[in-house]
């Protein structure tokens, strides 16, 4: 299980997989900014750092329910708009 599954979602929303497909999408918030664990990497890249990041997960077409990472940022607003580039403009937000 991945260290972000069980975080709750601070927004969720719907998008449309080939404009007709919707699946779930939703940020969550960690306190851990996580490396990429690859020692080529500086790091500023490579290792964990303790600091709140908002990290977008959307469900993977054609799967029972897995959910995938998606791009991550310092905020909230970053996070949502990072989402709405990745998903395109099908992406409709609503509360958490």
Known sequence: MHPLDNLPA?????????DEIPLRVRIVCSLVRYGT???????????????????????????????????SAPSLDEAARLAEVALGP???WSAA
């Open 10 to 18: 601070s927004r969720i929303g719907t998008w449309l997989y080939a």
């Open 37 to 71: 664990g690859d020692y080529e990497d500086p790091a500023e890249l490579s290792e964990d750092h303790p600091e709140n990041t908002y990290y977008v997960l959307y469900q993977v077409p054609g799967s029972d329910g897995t959910w995938a990472d998606g791009p």
């Open 90 to 92: 099908t992406l409709k």
